[in-house]
C-alpha cells in the first residue's frame, strides 16, 4: 500500500506463489520479508503509520 496524497492511497497485490506448487519450509515468509522491506526501504514514513494502527494501548487489553 502506498499514500498518493492526503486520504488517497494505492493498493497493488502480488502473488508469493504459484497455485498448488510446493516450496520448502520458510520460503513464504522469506518472499513476505522481502516484499515488506523493499517498501520499508522505499517509503519508510509510511511503514510507521501503516503498522502503528495494529497496536492496541495497554488499557485495552489488560483487563480482559
Known sequence: M???AHGYYE???LPLAA???AM???ALTERYARLV???IHAA???W???HKRWKLKKSL???R
Open 24 to 26: 520448502p519450509p520458510g
Open 19 to 21: 497455485a498448488g506448487g
Open 37 to 39: 522491506e523493499a517498501q
Open 11 to 13: 493498493m497493488e497485490f
Open 2 to 4: 502506498r499514500r498518493r
Open 61 to 63: 487489553y489488560q483487563n
Open 48 to 50: 510507521l503509520w501503516s
Open 44 to 46: 519508510p514514513p509510511d
